[in-house]
């Protein structure tokens, strides 16, 4: 029996994937999906239809359906992500332009799925990209470098914090970063990415939970100090967290370790 693949199975097929866009000179981010697509055999059609992605197999090769009907209205980054999310179910084939062949191994229904999700941040944000960023400004710390990754890749900030998260060595060690979406109401964190520090001492929320819940269970003893800053005592060190405004439906909260005697 053939062992299941997991992500990094995925993650070498994307980076074979990438590897061929660059021998063909195309070396600059974003990632030019549809380009990448057709440079390694797959092809990608618009249509009006109800799924915003669908990934279909054939003798004659794979080809990916994008939804058409709302291209004016849904955000391009959003469509970004479904495209690199079909990418990476065709990435579990072989021979993608003709008579294409399951990859033995390749999981299905809901763990497919969660591994082609994993797959489309990576294909959009990979290690590689992250590291040139570190290498050059340090691990990220602040909402301008995640900021830059965003504009630089063109996805949205989740997907960064995801992969960031995902990495741990990209972003310091002190520092965390959620989104906060508003929904009927409620405040619901979306995504987070935390610094090795911030992870051990159990602060991190999980995706879909509630602001309010997250400050209850893991911010408990917080003393608002500001408008929208918050300070806890931890040791030798303080926890400060920073509501900071992301966009007209969106904050994010900034988490950050430091030295019990900073301002």
């Known amino acids: ?32 999906l549809e380009d990448l697509a057709q440079t390694i055999g797959i092809k990608v059609v618009w249509r009006p239809m109800v799924p915003e992605g669908v990934t279909t197999v054939t003798p004659e090769g794979i080809c990916i359906y994008l939804q058409s009907n709302f291209r004016d209205v849904r955000s391009s980054r959003r469509e970004r992500f479904t495209l690199a999310h079909e990418i990476c179910h065709a990435l579990f084939y072989e021979q993608l332009s003709t008579h294409p062949q399951l990859i ?55 997907v960064v914090l995801r992969r960031l998260h995902e990495e741990g060595a990209n972003i310091s060690n002190d520092y965390g970063a959620f989104v906060v979406r508003y929904h009927g109401g409620e405040a619901t964190i979306d995504s987070a990415a935390c610094g090795l520090t911030l992870r051990a ?18 911010l408990r ?12 005592e931890v040791g030798e060190r303080r926890l400060v967290a920073r509501r900071v405004s992301w966009s007209p439906h969106s904050d994010v909260i900034e988490l950050r370790s430091e030295a019990g005697d900073s301002p």
């Open 1 to 32: 029996m053939a062992r299941r693949l997991d992500i990094t199975d995925l993650r070498s097929r994307i980076d074979w994937a990438l590897r061929q866009m660059q021998r063909d000179g195309q070396t600059d981010y974003p990632v030019d």
């Open 104 to 158: 033995a191994g390749t999981p299905s229904g809901a763990t497919l799925e969660k591994l082609c999700q994993r797959g489309a941040g990576y294909l959009l944000v990979p290690t590689s990209k992250l590291s040139q960023q570190t290498n050059r400004q340090g691990p990220v710390s602040s909402l301008a470098a995640i900021r830059s990754l965003v504009e630089r890749c063109d996805v949205s900030i989740d």
């Open 201 to 218: 001492i159990g602060v991190v929320p999980t995706s879909g939970q509630l602001l309010h819940t997250w400050f209850t269970s893991k």
């Open 221 to 232: 003893g917080f003393q608002e100090i500001a408008a929208d800053t918050w300070v806890k």
